[in-house]
């Protein structure tokens, strides 16, 4: 595969995945109530879930995507079911800075996991850009193991790049919510953003 090829791809998916969205809306809220630390499951998730993807297109979208419909629309559901609930109890969180760190809810390791999948499995603007907008970027018919491999490399390093900026940012960003009014903006706001970002999904077939 050509250099150029791999550029194109990598430009093209750096501003899809670093613009904002459902996932990125779920991730920034999680470091801002919760820390960066908690997110770990999620990010991770979420980089499954675009490899995923990826294999799905490379490898003939239709006939993956009709093998593992139904895995796919369980993990969706059962993580939106969880977004909600997070959501639900964010908004109830207190925002007394000593209960803070254990008021806000963070989930299991597995349930923030799951959360990850299901928007990254449901979101239509990554379902576009490799459904659609893939096959314009990468000649699809001509890619093989090796190519597969260089194309996944090269996802994961510009995953790590947009998601470990928003992270740093929403971090930076979480040391001005010290009072007790900024708290609870930060709880509901985020509580919000959770709760649309389920929605969106939920939206989309």
Known sequence: METTALLV???ALFLNAGSPGPSIAVLVSQVLTR??????????AMWIGEAAWLAAALAGLSVVAERLHLVFVVVKWVGLAYLVLL????????????TRAEGVPGGSTLARFAAGMALTLGNPKIMVFYVALLPSLVDVAAVGVREWA?????????????????IGLATRVRGLFRSPRAMRLANRTSALAMGGA?????SRS
């Open 9 to 11: 791809f990598a430009g």
């Open 35 to 44: 820390g960066a630390a908690t997110v770990v499951p999620f990010v991770a």
């Open 87 to 98: 959501a639900v109890r964010m908004w109830r969180a207190p925002t007394d800075p000593e």
């Open 150 to 166: 260089l194309l996944t490399a090269v996802q994961v390093a510009v995953m790590a790049v947009t998601d470990l900026g928003w």
């Open 198 to 202: 389920a929605t969106v999904i939920a």
